[in-house]
């Protein structure tokens, strides 16, 4: 039997052999190469390097974790990792004592009435608004939520003129390029109805602008202060806090407008001299309505439409 082998190995080995069946051989290889990749990446996942350097980002069945960038250290074998946020006593809280009325059932209706009141608005009146009210509402929004407590936003209030100016020159030219080529045809249809195009007056009209910036990581505050602070979850915490800013200006009797300037962020990092670890989420223009102000009549979903029981 092993006479056999060696004749059967040596055989296919011969240059004649090799001629005469590589037709066949040829995609047997490639075939069991592909085979070999396929279970690697499955069993190992897709990017190696990235469970060298991003363990903490992963499960140990090598899936990424949902809402993470991670920037932390190197999980090897003798890490011991300490919570980025000090130790705190947990403390009696007895649950809500501020609220619009005191029947629930009256005060949810009242915020429903005040958020069912907010429309957004693209013309802005040239009347003055307080930056005190304008700080009040900021000051509300830094209460929302965020992932263990990192608080990852920055909020940048432009009132300058200059600067106002400078935010609309770079969105405009990015818009103007948006709106003609990077769009797609059925996106600038879609926005027909709502009157908008490249233009952005408000952008200067407005008393006021915000521009909301999510923090990808932060910065241990004790010890070495170059060392990088996990922030999770800085996109959907930083959303939350944006959606309580726009409540909050609502309830000040103030008006505002949620744009996302399309490929402006770096840009408009730059102009505020913003860190490398800030990146724009959102961008709010805050006033009063112009007297001469249009929104389109649109309705809101009912209630049974977006609410489903269990």
Same mark, same amino acid.
């Given at each position: =039997?092993?006479?056999?082998?060696?004749?059967?190995?040596? *055989?296919?080995?011969?240059?004649?052999?090799?001629?005469? *069946?590589?037709?066949?051989?040829?995609?047997?290889?490639?075939?069991?190469?592909?085979?070999?990749?396929?279970?690697?990446?499955?069993?190992?996942?897709?990017?190696?390097?990235?469970?060298?350097?991003?363990?903490?980002?992963?499960?140990?069945?090598?899936?990424?974790?949902?809402?993470?960038?991670? @920037?932390?250290?190197?999980?090897?074998?003798?890490?011991?990792?300490?919570?980025?946020?000090?130790?705190?006593?947990?403390?009696? *809280?007895?649950?809500?004592?501020?609220?619009?009325?005191?029947?629930?059932? #009256?005060?949810?209706?009242? /915020?429903? %009435?005040?958020?069912?009141?907010?429309?957004?608005?693209?013309? /802005?009146?040239?009347?003055?608004?307080?930056?005190?009210?304008?700080?009040?509402?900021?000051?509300?929004?830094?209460?929302?939520?965020?992932?263990?407590?990192?608080?990852?936003?920055?909020?940048?209030?432009?009132?300058?003129?200059?600067?106002?100016?400078? @935010?609309?020159?770079?969105? #405009?030219?990015?818009?103007?390029?948006?709106?003609?080529?990077? =769009?797609?045809?059925?996106?600038?249809?879609?926005?027909?109805?709502?009157?908008?195009?490249?233009?952005? #007056?408000?952008?200067?009209?407005?008393?006021?602008?915000?521009?909301? /910036?999510?923090?990808?990581?932060?910065?241990?505050?004790?010890?070495?202060?170059?060392?990088?602070?996990?922030?999770?979850?800085?996109?959907?915490?930083?959303?939350?806090?944006?959606? =309580?800013?726009?409540?909050? /200006?609502?309830?000040?009797?103030?008006?505002?407008?949620?744009?996302?300037?399309?490929?402006?962020?770096? %840009?408009?990092?730059?102009?505020?001299?913003?860190?490398?670890?800030?990146?724009?989420? @959102?961008?709010?223009?805050?006033? *009063?309505?112009?007297?001469?102000?249009?929104?389109?009549?649109?309705?809101?979903?009912?209630?049974?439409?977006?609410?489903?029981?269990?």
């Amino acid at each position: =039997m092993a006479s056999y082998l060696e004749d059967l190995v040596d *055989y296919f080995l011969s240059s004649s052999a090799l001629v005469t *069946y590589w037709n066949y051989i040829f995609p047997v290889l490639v075939g069991l190469y592909l085979a070999i990749s396929l279970y690697d990446k499955h069993r190992y996942g897709r990017n190696k390097k990235l469970r060298i350097t991003e363990p903490a980002a992963t499960e140990k069945n090598g899936s990424k974790l949902d809402g993470i960038e991670y @920037v932390g250290d190197l999980e090897h074998a003798d890490y011991d990792p300490l919570p980025a946020l000090e130790e705190k006593p947990h403390i009696p *809280y007895a649950g809500a004592t501020v609220t619009l009325a005191q029947d629930p059932l #009256e005060a949810a209706e009242r /915020f429903y %009435a005040i958020a069912n009141n907010r429309r957004s608005v693209r013309k /802005f009146s040239s009347r003055p608004v307080d930056v005190a009210i304008v700080e009040r509402c900021i000051r509300a929004a830094g209460t929302a939520p965020s992932g263990a407590h990192t608080e990852p936003w920055t909020f940048c209030l432009v009132s300058d003129p200059s600067i106002k100016a400078s @935010v609309r020159e770079i969105i #405009e030219a990015e818009e103007f390029v948006n709106y003609t080529q990077r =769009m797609a045809k059925q996106w600038v249809t879609d926005l027909r109805p709502i009157r908008t195009n490249h233009v952005k #007056e408000y952008l200067t009209e407005a008393p006021h602008l915000v521009l909301v /910036f999510k923090q990808t990581y932060g910065y241990k505050v004790d010890g070495d202060a170059t060392a990088k602070k996990q922030h999770y979850y800085n996109e959907i915490s930083t959303s939350i806090a944006t959606g =309580m800013l726009l409540c909050a /200006f609502q309830c000040a009797g103030l008006s505002s407008l949620v744009t996302t300037p399309l490929n402006c962020g770096p %840009a408009l990092r730059t102009l505020l001299e913003r860190p490398p670890n800030e990146k724009l989420l @959102v961008l709010l223009p805050v006033g *009063y309505p112009a007297d001469d102000c249009t929104v389109p009549d649109l309705q809101r979903k009912p209630l049974e439409d977006i609410l489903v029981r269990y």
